[in-house]
């Protein structure tokens, strides 16, 4: 069942540092990720991520020449940041920033399983590029979601802190 909230989304642009994808924060609290294209049905594979314990800032670290070397291998760049996850309700928390490596959102997007920390802690996103303007996040058993075409603060009930993909696109 999916649930459409929501109008269209204007441009943010506010950037804050993100939480490790995959563990609660424990001394890398401070993280990025770059996804790979989505394929028809499948999920956006993770192209590069780096953690820290300490706030960095992810664009100038992306711009590293190492880093884009590595990105380059993995045939990605990381031009597009999509969205900014939190671990609360209203922006606030733990925070995790998304990066598309493949350019803007079209029809197909990105689709990102999170891993343990965010499964069980994601409360709200901010959506960061004007051609990402629709989010859909399932509920870890995949058979409830809800789209959204503005920033979610809150995703109810059934959704919060029980997140099993966010799919980020263009309408």
């Not at 800032?57 to 996850?85: C, F």
Request: aromatic share 8%.
């Amino acid at each position: 069942m999916a649930v459409f909230i929501g109008l269209p989304m204007a441009q943010s642009t506010a950037i804050a540092s993100p939480t490790t994808p995959s563990a609660p924060a424990s001394g890398k609290e401070h993280c990025v990720v770059v996804l790979g294209k989505v394929g028809p049905g499948q999920s956006s594979r993770v192209a590069h991520e780096h953690c820290s314990p300490t706030a960095f800032d992810k664009a100038a670290y992306l711009r590293q020449p190492d880093v884009k070397a590595r990105l380059n291998a993995e045939r990605v760049t990381a031009d597009v940041l999509l969205m900014q996850w939190w671990s609360d309700t209203d922006f606030k928390g733990q925070n995790l920033q998304v990066w598309g490596g493949a350019g803007p959102c079209d029809g197909e997007g990105y689709t990102y399983d999170p891993a343990n920390y965010w499964r069980a802690n994601l409360s709200s996103i901010e959506l960061m590029h004007p051609d990402c303007d629709r989010v859909t996040v399932h509920d870890t058993s995949l058979r409830k979601s809800a789209s959204f075409s503005i920033s979610p603060r809150y995703f109810g009930s059934a959704i919060n802190d029980n997140v099993g993909r966010v799919h980020v696109y263009r309408h």
